[in-house]
Structures are given as C-alpha cells and as structure tokens.
C-alpha cells in the first residue's frame, strides 16, 4: 500500500508570503524597473553615481594623470652661531637666531627701524602677511601657513618645514615669497626651502 503524500501547507504558504513581500510588492513601484547600475574598472581613480534618468549605454573615461597635493620640504635650519652640532631648534626658535633679519621693533620718531622682511602665503584666494621681527618664531611662522589654509610642521628631529596644501589639484597650489630688505636671508620655495 501506497503512503499519501499531504503537502505542507503551511511551509508552502510561508514560501508564498516571502516572495510576495520581497519582490512582487516592489514590482508595482516604477523604480523597480529603471535601475541603473555603474561598473568602473579602476575604483581608485574614479567614481560614479548613476541617477534614476541615466542613459542606457556604456561610456568610456580615459584617466591620463590623477592630482597631486602641492606639497614642500624646508631645507635643514642650523642656529646662525652654531656653537655645537647638538643645538636643536624647536618652536621657539626666534627668526633673528637663524641669522633672519627682521624689525628690530625700535622707533625713531614714530618709525620702525631694522630691516622690514615680511613673509607672503598664497594659497588659492588665500593670502596672509606676516611681518618678521627680531621676536619672530617657528612657531609664529607655522600658525601664519595654518591660517592660510595650509598643513605645516616643523620637524624638530630633522630640522625642517614640512608644508603642504589641503586639497589637490590647482586648488591646492600655494606660493610662499618674501618681500623687504632681508628678503635675501629667507629663500624662497623655488630654492626647495622655505627659511
């Protein structure tokens, strides 16, 4: 004799219901059926968002060179009378001890005497001054190339300005010159030196 077989309904109507709520109740919705879907080859250099208009088709994007941070490395900084090798400078470093001309902040008559050096940072609509004096410091130096937007350290093991721009691309050029009568004791970026 032959067993019977009884379908389980319940199983069967448990199957039904999940269909049911995954899929056929979004098939009603128009955005079932517009999905776009983007593939890039290189994620690392691109990325794109397809939006619910987008054509059909395939599109070709030709990547010949990614953007770069504008980025500068100080020349090593050395006390103007140097007495020992170990002397290290640090934040508080005055200007004037690198052998920096600057303001030597004495009047005469209302007017400052000592050479007038000011440092100009230019980066993108950015600009910013800062006028050396003989109490000028790393320190005073770091927080004018922060205001103007830019990464700035001073590395107290190698002894150097470690600068470089937020953003990349043309955005993130940035141009540090010095202008005055010690101008000449402050190398400019072009000689890969900030000071």
Known sequence: MRKRHRPNWKEL??????????????????SAYSKR?????DSNAVSVIT??????????????????????????LTLKDNVTADTKLNALTKLSD????????????????????????????????LNITKDTTISDVLSKLKEAGLNANFDTTQQRFYISAKDSGDAGNFSITATGTGADDLPTISKGRIL
């Open 98 to 129: 690198l052998g920096i001309k600057g303001s030597d902040g004495s009047t005469v008559a209302g007017i400052t005497t000592g050479d007038d050096t000011t440092l100009k940072i230019k980066n993108g609509d950015t600009s910013v001054e």
């Open 13 to 30: 109507n448990t199957k039904i219901k999940n269909l049911q709520s995954k899929f056929v109740n979004n098939m009603r919705f128009e």
């Open 51 to 76: 939006g619910d208009g987008a054509m059909t088709g395939v599109q070709n994007l030709k990547v010949s060179q990614l953007a770069k941070t504008a980025y500068m490395t100080g020349g090593k």
């Open 37 to 41: 879907v983007t593939k890039v080859s």
